[in-house]
């Protein structure tokens, strides 16, 4: 390969050579240090490459041994120079062309994040936007360790930065915080706990104040659960004075709930009719190039793209961007729900009612729903059974 290198930039000519003594030219050629490859003999002639500064020295050794020598292939650096020493402009265009790359190689053209999850690359990008750091800045004013000590302390939640430049591109790597990185100092102020639903109780532990209820008691929304009044007796069981205390307790019940929800039976739908437009688009920098034909008629049409960016290589990315432009027509219109649709939709509010109540702890027993209709609206009737943490503080009147 590097031999191939240097014979482009010096240079190299496929002779073709014919007469009376072939073998002695090339052992003239030998002796003195003439470098011969891709040698060929075929029909009396003799093909075969060397080097342009070598040419000029085998004036003599063909003389001698009675050999004509004809030039037949030019390759290489010198001959292109050559033939394009009069093309003042395209000399100027390829060094120009150059000096562009190595001038936009001195700034920053993308920024990557790796190990974001909690962050999104928006969140991180305004960050480091408020800072100066953005695509087009110089990389020169970039300090990785700077950084990295901005996002920690920006960031609680990361642990871990790591900050590099490789070409065009910034890469950032964060590890975040896999547990809070906060816990809630528990409030002392003293309390009651009362319920906040209607319920029976199926399991009671008490940490702190007294019980009102037990196990298997029917509670009402708003009724006393554990009192934070805490009485002191003497020996003889009376009453001398009372302690206020932060009432603490695990309670659980079991009830029951439904709810009712309506939606319209006719509904806009939006569908495509199979008509396509494809185009492109470039953007260098703040400017845009959009190539898509307008549509024959006035309708609607989704228009989606795709941008892809240029890199040369793979961390040498340019401040120019393409994308395909994608537009498909569509026509909307109003239309009523199937009984498959209507079933469909009633279920996913049903389940997303479920999920609701599962997110806040309660564990579903029984569940039940209805869908019904009349002349414009669909009713959806769900009912279930379930047992979850009941309970709320509440502070002590007169506290």
């Known amino acids: 390969m590097v031999r191939g290198l240097m014979h482009s930039l010096q240079g190299t000519v496929q002779l073709e050579m014919k007469g009376f003594s072939p073998e002695r030219f090339l052992n003239l050629c030998s002796l003195n240090g003439i470098e011969i490859w891709d040698l060929v003999y075929e029909d009396g002639r003799c093909r075969l490459s060397m080097r342009l500064p070598d040419f000029w020295k085998i004036r003599a050794f063909a003389r001698k041994s009675g050999v004509r020598v004809k030039v037949t292939k030019r390759s290489g650096l010198p001959f292109f120079v050559e033939k394009n020493r009069k093309r003042k402009w395209y000399l100027l265009g390829a060094v120009s062309f150059f000096v562009l790359l190595y001038g936009l190689s001195l700034f920053i053209w993308d920024i990557s994040f790796i190990g974001n999850y909690h962050y999104t690359d928006d969140t991180l990008e305004t960050f480091l936007e408020d800072r100066g750091i953005a695509c087009g800045v110089g990389k020169g004013s970039v300090d990785c360790e700077e950084l990295e000590a901005a996002l920690r302390s920006g960031f609680p939640e990361i642990t871990w930065v790591s900050a590099r430049v490789s070409g065009t591109r910034l890469y950032i790597q964060v590890k975040e915080n896999e547990v809070l990185s906060e816990i809630r100092e528990r409030e002392s102020a003293p309390c009651n706990i009362v319920a906040d639903f209607s319920g029976t109780i199926t399991e009671m532990i008490v940490r702190s104040g007294v019980p009102m209820v037990s196990v298997g008691d029917t509670v009402e929304e708003g009724q006393l659960l554990v009192s934070g009044v805490v009485p002191v007796t003497n020996d003889n069981e009376e009453v001398v ?78 401040p120019v961007w393409w994308g395909i432009i994608r537009s498909s027509q569509c026509v909307s219109y109003e239309r009523y729900y199937t009984e498959k649709e209507l079933k469909e939709k009633g279920e996913a509010i049903h389940q997303t009612y479920l999920k609701n109540l599962s997110e806040k702890g309660v564990h579903i027993i029984e569940n039940n729903v209805k869908i019904l209709e009349d002349a414009s609206l669909c009713h959806v009737e769900g009912s279930f059974v379930g047992e979850g943490p009941v309970g709320r503080a509440e502070a002590i009147a007169g506290e």
């Open 241 to 318: 004075k009372t302690n206020l205390v932060r009432a603490d307790a695990d309670i659980t019940a079991r009830s029951s709930g439904s709810y009712r929800q309506s939606f319209p039976l006719l509904h806009f739908v939006t569908v495509d009719t199979g008509k396509l437009r494809m185009g492109m688009y470039f953007r260098i920098g703040p400017f845009t190039a959009r190539f898509l034909l307008p549509p024959k008629a006035e309708s609607s049409w989704r228009t989606s793209s795709q941008e892809y960016q240029v890199c040369l290589f793979s961390d040498f990315c340019l």
